[in-house]
């Protein structure tokens, strides 16, 4: 699986180092917001990306930041012209909301000729965004509220974000951290990374890998586009993938993990209300809390019996299932590799 996890690290990496390539130049303009008590912020832009900060320290501002094609440097006389040419750019404040506007004056402008607009913007921290690219990436960060943002073109960075927060991307990966109650992010090209978060937790990726560590609440997450690796999750989490395996660690949820591409671990240190996992072409290595009371039902090929290991259990135990329970039975433990071996422990 480290393969897949590489590859999707890297593209995050990539993506972010884009949506942040305004961070060292000098903005095209900028406009102070110190006077406008902003609590929304509404930003279109066909060709660039867009960063939206709660952060304290930070003058409430926006700035634009505009490149010419393949990312060349143009001066402000030759901005300007292409602006007036081709371009409409706009930035508003109507009833405490931020409207910021960049689209193409005509459908077909000139590639030879395009540029584009970028903006990065500081607010208070209590902001609700509301975010559209099909251009660039998109990153927010030290923010309270409902956040909506879209982009076709790049990665999507959030960091320290609570409330309604939803975020779709067909072209990059996705980090999301530190942030809390009710996240739903999805993306078709790119793998995605989770740290530090609690809450409602919807996680969706066709092109990537999923790395989750850190995570507390209801969380499904998955992937038909890679792997799954997972440390350090309690309360639930509803994981699948069909394009890679599955390596859960530290795990005290109720979990149910599946994979049609792979072998799965999955290491428990507490089961929560049930345990289910299914692996149909590889291997399962279950390792089960010693003293919890479980109710087995788990099948393979061979199942690997260590019953020196275990005390108190009743049942049958057979070379190609166990059905019964340890230390009187409780929680419900299912797993199944239909075309593989089944390695049970219990530590």
């Not at 590489?6 to 406009?31: E, G, H, W």
């Not at 700035?63 to 371009?87: A, H, P």
């Not at 404040?93 to 970028?118: G, L, M, P, Y």
Request: glycine share 12%; charged share 20%.
């Amino acid at each position: 699986m480290k393969p897949y996890f590489l590859l999707f690290v890297m593209a995050c990496k990539a993506i972010t180092a884009t949506a942040q390539d305004s961070d060292n130049r000098t903005p095209y303009l900028t406009k102070s917001l110190a006077n406008d008590a902003i609590n929304s912020v509404v930003v279109n832009t066909s060709a660039g990306g867009i960063s939206v900060s709660g952060r304290s320290g930070e003058a409430p501002r926006v700035e634009v930041y505009i490149r010419g094609n393949n990312n060349r440097e143009l001066s402000k006389e030759e901005i300007k012209k292409r602006l007036d040419e081709d371009y409409d750019l706009s930035i508003d404040v109507v009833n405490h909301e931020v409207r910021a506007n960049a689209k193409a004056k005509h459908d077909h402008t000139d590639w030879r000729q395009s540029i584009s607009i970028s903006f990065k913007i500081f607010v208070p921290q209590q902001t609700s965004t509301m975010l559209r690219t099909s251009g660039g990436g998109i990153r927010l960060d030290n923010l309270k509220g409902n956040q909506n943002f879209t982009t076709s073109g790049g990665g999507l960075q959030v960091d320290k974000l609570s409330g309604m927060i939803k975020g779709v991307t067909s072209g990059g990966g996705i980090q999301v951290s530190n942030s809390d109650d009710n996240i739903n992010l999805e993306t078709s090209g790119g793998g995605i990374i989770a740290k530090n978060c609690s809450g409602k937790i919807r996680l969706e990726t066709s092109g990537g890998g999923l790395q989750l560590e850190g995570l507390k609440g209801n969380i499904n997450a998955t992937t038909s586009g890679g792997g799954v690796q997972g440390n350090n999750i309690t309360g639930e989490l509803i994981t699948s993938t069909s394009g890679g395996g599955i390596d859960l660690k530290q795990m005290d949820c109720s979990l149910s993990a599946s994979t049609s591409a792979g072998s799965l671990h999955a290491q428990m240190k507490q089961v929560g209300k049930y345990l289910k996992l299914e692996a149909s072409s590889g291997n399962i290595d279950l390792q089960l809390p010693l003293k919890q009371g479980l109710d087995l039902d788990i099948t393979g090929d061979r199942v690997n019996q260590h019953p020196t290991t275990i005390s108190n259990f009743s049942g049958a135990w057979e070379k190609d299932r166990i059905k019964g329970s340890v230390n009187g039975g409780g929680i419900p433990v299912k797993a199944d590799a239909s075309s593989g071996n089944i390695n049970v422990s219990f530590n």
